[in-house]
């Protein structure tokens, strides 16, 4: 069964790379809507990477030229 734990793992990943993408991937990345440290990009590119979303680069080209 599931313990606990593994709830609230789940939980934390499911919001860790949902906020990645919509603010980091798309806000930070596509539009430069605001600026982070280094820390910070360092982890919405991890999180963002773990819900297989392409890579940042690809995402920000393909934002783009969406939005063109």
Same mark, same amino acid.
């Given at each position: 069964? $599931?313990?606990?734990?593994?709830? !609230?793992?789940?939980?934390?990943?499911?919001?860790? &790379?949902?906020? =990645? /993408? &919509?603010?980091? #991937?798309?806000? !930070? $990345? =596509?539009?430069? =809507? #605001?600026? @982070?440290?280094? @820390?910070?990009?360092?982890? *919405?590119?991890?999180?963002? %990477? %773990?819900?297989f979303?392409? =890579?940042? !680069? /690809? $995402?920000? *080209?393909?934002?783009?030229?969406? %939005?063109e």
């Amino acid at each position: 069964g $599931f313990t606990l734990g593994d709830v !609230l793992l789940c939980v934390f990943f499911f919001y860790a &790379t949902t906020m =990645s /993408i &919509t603010t980091g #991937y798309h806000r !930070l $990345f =596509s539009h430069a =809507s #605001y600026k @982070a440290s280094p @820390a910070l990009r360092l982890l *919405v590119l991890f999180f963002g %990477a %773990a819900v297989f979303e392409q =890579s940042a !680069l /690809i $995402f920000l *080209v393909i934002e783009r030229s969406r %939005a063109e």
